[in-house]
């Protein structure tokens, strides 16, 4: 395997995803302009940027959500992370980061990304970049538990009219959506 499956499929759901408003589009021609730039775009060794797959993972009753206490940022974030060699989708690397991260399995996960949402961050190998994150949603299956993994200092499920006082703007737009999405299924 390599990255080439997750560059190709990456390019071609940005290019056929609707954004839901003119920033995010905006974000959505900036990730296809990286992609269609730089061949390493999806790795973690891309110092320019590259792109990680997140998940906000919901409850079954679609009004919680399960937040990671992310040890090297300090704050409550959704799922999610870097995608791997392995992965052959970001739909997929997405899958694998929020199931490792919560220990749940049997998620289902809406192929359609979410949001956009780019952060710069110090990677492991000590290089400032910019993660270019593809968020997803999925859902837990009734009766759930979560279990905490070693890449969180803590696990917990928020109301989406409840999330933690220090739950970034990021996070809330991301909860936003997600909420006006599961509205728009029931």
């Known amino acids: 395997m ?12 940005l290019s056929r995803w609707s954004p839901p408003t ?3 589009s905006s974000l959505r021609y900036a990730y ?5 730039s730089d ?3 999806v790795e973690r060794s891309c110092a320019a940027g590259h792109l990680t797959a997140s998940t906000l993972l919901c409850d079954s009753t679609g009004r919680r959500t399960l937040l990671t206490l992310h040890p090297r940022v300090g704050r409550w974030l959704q799922l999610g992370g870097h995608c791997e060699p392995s992965d052959t ?4 690397a997405a ?3 929020a199931t490792e991260e919560s220990g749940i399995e049997e998620l289902q996960i809406d192929p359609i990304p979410l ?14 970049t910019h993660h270019l994150d593809v968020q997803f949603l999925a859902t837990a299956p009734a009766g759930s538990r979560a279990v905490m993994s ?6 917990k499920w928020f109301d989406f009219d409840a999330l933690p006082d220090d739950a970034d703007d990021a996070v809330r737009a991301l909860v936003t959506e997600a909420d006006r999405r599961l509205k728009r299924i029931a």
């Open 2 to 13: 390599s990255y080439l499956d997750v560059h190709a499929n990456a390019e071609s759901i």
């Open 22 to 24: 003119n920033d995010q």
């Open 32 to 36: 296809l302009t990286h992609l269609r």
């Open 39 to 41: 061949r390493h775009a």
């Open 89 to 92: 989708s970001l739909v997929e």
């Open 95 to 97: 899958l694998r980061e």
């Open 115 to 128: 949001r956009l949402h780019v952060h710069p961050l110090t990677c492991s190998g000590g290089v400032p």
């Open 150 to 155: 070693a890449e969180s200092l803590d696990l």
